[in-house]
């Protein structure tokens, strides 16, 4: 992870996609059946990717749904490493002690 923060999907989906493609979010929505306020929301980084919404993006512009899910999973690490309340909680985390028995 970088210290940088990755693009998220709302930056992608607007910046790379929507306006490039002169497509409006109203256009989006009608377009993948999906209500204007959940595009307006995922634009706005107010809403995460889920694996349906993921499955929609990736039929109406073309690419994986995949691509969806890792620009998600990248913005949601980097939050959670990056959070210093989040963090702490993490890193209260203790590995198990893996016992070894003898082999008879």
Known sequence: MTRRKPVTVGAMLAQEFLEPMGITQADLAARSGLPRKHVNELCRDRRGVT??????????????????????????????LNSPKRRTRIQRARPIAVRRTAAA
Do not use: C, K
């Not at 929609?56 to 690419?63: E, K, P, W």
């Open 51 to 80: 694996a349906d919404t993921a499955l929609i993006l990736a039929r109406v512009f073309g690419n994986s749904a995949e691509f969806w899910l890792n620009t998600q999973r990248r913005t949601d690490l980097w939050e959670a």
